[in-house]
């Protein structure tokens, strides 16, 4: 069974910055994809951004220009640096990781944005 821990989530105030980091207990390369998404009160849980095994990335649009994602294959673990950040930015922010078979959760980490 994989498992993702995510770690870095907390609160800040409107236009700061935030890294927010996966680790996996599988490693990323065997893994078609991995992203981020989040999930806001009362809202769907949506796209934040991925990146596939051919180091092709694709982002939300609420997140385009201000967010990156990245991967480190050595330690396993993709990242999510949030630039610019936004009150409507708020939400559990959620690891994933897709293999051909199945699809892998973490817990998932709280980003809050103050105005």
């Known amino acids: 069974q994989v498992q993702l821990v995510e770690a870095g989530g907390g609160l800040l105030q409107a236009g700061g910055s935030l890294r927010l980091s996966c680790a996996s207990s599988?490693?990323?390369?065997?893994?078609?994809?991995m992203g981020w998404y989040r999930q806001a009160p009362g809202k769907h849980r949506e796209l934040v951004a991925t990146l596939n095994s051919d180091n092709i990335t694709n982002y939300g649009n609420s997140v385009k220009g201000r967010f990156s994602i990245s991967g480190d294959t050595a330690k396993s673990t993709i990242f999510l640096q949030m630039n610019s950040l936004k009150p409507e930015d708020t939400a559990v922010y959620y690891c994933s990781a897709r293999s051909i078979l199945q699809e892998y959760w973490g817990q998932g980490t709280q980003v809050t944005v103050s105005s």
């Open positions: 599988r490693s990323i390369v065997r893994f078609i994809s």
